[in-house]
């Protein structure tokens, strides 16, 4: 089973940038689907990013795409999404997710998350 573990939240500034990492251990990282889903104050968990177990595929949410970038390192067994020009709709506690390896990623349902991080976006 693979445990999850998120860094790189914080605070900062609309129109800036972070970095958000997820690192594995304890599975075959290469055989995992990866997801970076969020969840505001007051509002359910969505999706934001996806990305197949071999790299190739990746899925951005609209209100992300050409913002956020999803992207994996399997010999790191760490997947990383970059967020740029953040706004305060992006505030929420950010989760790091995986699922065994299908062929498609879509649906987008996954079995292990990790704790979550913040990220906070003042205007």
């Known amino acids: 089973q693979v445990q999850l573990a998120e860094s790189g939240g914080g605070s900062v500034q609309a129109g800036g940038s972070l970095r958000l990492s997820c690192a594995a251990s304890?599975?075959?990282?290469?055989?995992?689907?990866m997801g970076w889903f969020r969840q505001a104050p007051g509002k359910e968990r969505e999706l934001v990013a996806a990305?197949?177990?071999?790299?190739?595929?990746?899925y951005h949410a609209d209100s992300v795409k050409d913002r956020f970038t999803v992207s994996r390192n399997n010999a790191k067994k760490t997947v990383s999404l970059q967020m740029n020009r953040l706004n305060a709709e992006d505030t929420a506690v950010y989760y790091c997710?995986?699922?065994?390896?299908?062929?498609?990623?879509?649906?987008?349902?996954?079995?292990?998350w990790g704790q979550g991080t913040q990220v906070t976006v003042s205007s």
């Open positions: 304890g599975g075959t990282f290469v055989n995992y689907d």
């Open positions: 997710a995986a699922r065994f390896g299908r062929v498609a990623l879509n649906p987008f349902t996954f079995d292990y």
């Open positions: 990305i197949r177990w071999s790299g190739e595929i990746t």
